[in-house]
């Protein structure tokens, strides 16, 4: 039997928009062990990082900074798209709340929300909440990587930092000083 050489291209084609497409789609991280990533900053970056987080008039910068990032046309929070607006300012409402008490719970501890620059963003995440809209900046130096739900940075002092990604309830901010310790030493190391 002849092979077609239409069909081979066809395939091909559709094999390598197929790679292409996913290789570019925001990642869901489920998975425990490669959810979170580690790193050091730089004294120049967390310098930089300081600078920037100055300008955010809504809060104090304080020891250690923990940063919940969602990317533009993220699709995490879609099934709540059709709720009524009431529902959706429950759940905006209660999300901020509990960022709120957390906050009230660590006073050495700095809880920012930022954004990806874009206009494609669920309900739950556009409206309503204090979520700023990054220049750039942040996305550049922590959130490289484009995932669903969004990625959580946890930054310490001496600069090392720690990414939650695919953290849509901001779990995060769960995390105790002995556990925020236990997984930098865990994800260094890899």
Do not use: H
Not at 117 to 132: A, C, H, M, R, V
Not at 133 to 160: H, M, Q, W, Y
């Amino acid at each position: 039997m002849k092979s077609n050489p239409k069909i081979k291209l066809q395939l091909s084609t559709f094999l390598f928009l197929s790679i292409f497409i996913y290789a570019c789609s925001p990642k869901l991280y489920m998975d425990e062990t490669k959810r979170y990533q580690a790193g050091t900053l730089t004294d120049a970056q967390m310098d930089s990082l300081y600078t920037f987080l100055k300008q955010n008039e809504r809060l104090t910068l304080k020891d250690t900074i923990i940063i919940k990032y969602d990317f533009n046309k993220d699709d995490c929070w879609k099934d709540l798209n059709y709720q009524n607006a009431e529902f959706l300012n429950n759940v905006r409402w209660a999300f901020q709340k509990n960022i709120l008490e957390k906050a009230e719970a660590r006073p050495k501890v700095a809880i920012y929300q930022y954004r990806e620059d874009g206009k494609s963003f669920s309900p739950i995440k556009s409206k309503g909440l204090e979520i700023e809209t990054d220049s750039g900046f942040l996305r550049k130096l922590l959130f490289k990587e484009v995932t669903s739900c969004g990625t959580s940075a946890i930054i310490i002092p001496n600069g090392k930092f720690l990414l939650v990604k695919s953290d849509p309830q901001f779990s995060a901010l769960i995390l105790n000083a002995k556990d925020i310790e236990k997984k930098l030493q865990e994800n260094l190391i890899r």
